[in-house]
């Protein structure tokens, strides 16, 4: 068979693997960590190529390629989102992803992303909550407590502090999995029976539902004013979570607002609506919060700068960790033309 040059070998990270790299740095400062690189990112914004995501959709869900680079490195995620995989054993949300060398095109990384993107959502909105929500924030509803709410939770209180949650989940036992895992890291945890009853008291509403339909998680009533509300479930055509009326009346901040137009609550308004790229609050260009009394909407899709992100994060940590495999992934001919002859050499030494 062939020899295989180190150039031509890929690192791959596994699920297993990603769960070692998250719990060997700890999740904690691996979300404060990544949410810099974000960070980061976000701040050199006008580099990045920019697309909103390719989008397959079907009966059942999506199917989204979400594509950026920055000129030296390329990066893309395969991601799906299937609100009723759920009832049969399987996950809303998986993915995976490539980060790539643009000079040579050859792939550096290939990842698995079901957990990273977890990571990375949790990240993106504590990074948009610490310059949005209001300044006393200590307490946050969780609406919808699936497999993103505890990512949500452990950013809000690794990157604000806040340790006061409020539960609500249509399904009493995805709140009670939720409540189980984090009450043993801390958090003070009241469940309860209704949106409603979640949000009393709460300066930050984070909605992370899974539900293929124009849903209404909140209701203009149940959002007072100073509150933050961090928008995460709705994030494709025709899968919203707040009723129109809090739109109306919040200053809406988005990633990239040519894909949230078509994905995130704003869908509901006309294309003209005045929007924030959340990227302008960072770099100084536009206003975040600016009084006590203003409501505040993260209306977050998720972007692929943020997965490009993670990636080149992991990357970076993966240096000096057992934590990958070394994939033969490119074909990579001692002649680069002679991709033939390798194939003809593999048989000869077959036989
Ligand atoms: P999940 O299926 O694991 O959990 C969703 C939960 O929402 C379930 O427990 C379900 O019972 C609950 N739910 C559904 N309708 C509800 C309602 N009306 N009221 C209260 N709870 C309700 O899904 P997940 O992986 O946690 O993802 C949640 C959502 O976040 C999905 O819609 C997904 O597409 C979206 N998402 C967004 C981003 C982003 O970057 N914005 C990233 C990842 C996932």
Redesign the pocket.
């Known amino acids: 068979m062939k020899t295989i040059s180190p150039l031509a070998i890929v690192p791959f990270v596994s699920v297993d693997n990603m769960m070692r790299l998250v719990l060997s740095v700890g999740v904690e400062r691996f979300l404060v960590e990544l949410a810099a690189y974000i960070e980061e990112d976000f701040c050199r914004w006008p580099t990045f190529d920019k697309t909103p995501r390719i989008a397959s959709h079907s009966v059942d869900g999506v199917i989204e390629l979400m594509p950026t680079s920055d000129g030296a490195l390329y990066g893309f995620k395969y991601v799906n ?1 299937h ?1 009723k995989n ?1 009832r049969e054993g399987k ?3 998986t993915a995976f992803g490539v980060l790539a060398d643009v000079g040579s095109g050859y792939p550096m990384l290939l990842s698995e992303m079901t957990l990273l ?1 977890a990571l990375r ?1 949790g990240a993106t909105s504590a990074m948009a909550a610490r310059r949005l929500a209001p300044n006393s924030t200590s307490t946050m509803a969780i ?7 505890e990512f949500q939770a452990l950013a809000f209180r690794a990157l604000l502090g806040i340790r006061d949650l409020r539960l ?4 009493p036992s ?1 709140t009670e999995k939720c409540r189980r895992n984090l009450a043993s890291l801390g958090f003070a945890i009241t469940v309860c029976r209704s ?1 409603q009853e979640a949000v009393e008291g709460a300066n930050v509403i984070t909605t ?4 293929k339909q124009y ?1 209404t ?1 909140l209701t203009d009533n149940m959002v007072g004013s100073g509150v933050h509300i961090n928008a ?2 709705g ?1 494709c055509p025709g899968k919203t979570e707040l009723h129109r009326d809090i739109l109306t009346r919040s200053s809406i901040f988005v990633e990239y607002a040519p894909q949230t137009r078509i994905e995130g609550e704003i869908q509901q308004l006309p294309a003209d609506h005045p929007v924030t790229e959340f990227w302008e609050v960072l770099r100084g260009t536009a206003p975040g919060r600016t009084s006590p009394g203003e409501v505040t909407l993260f209306d ?3 972007f692929a700068i943020e997965d490009f992100s993670a990636l080149r994060y992991v990357r970076d940590k993966l240096a000096g960790t057992p934590f990958y495999q070394e994939l033969d992934l490119l074909a990579d001919p001692d002649e680069p033309r002679d991709l033939y002859g390798m194939l003809a050499r593999a048989e000869l030494a077959a036989t």
């Open positions: 989102g609100p759920m996950q809303t949300v993107t959502t609406i919808g407590n699936g497999a993103q709410s609500y989940d249509i399904d995805a949106g992370v539902t899974a539900d849903a998680i995460v479930g994030d977050s899709v998720g």
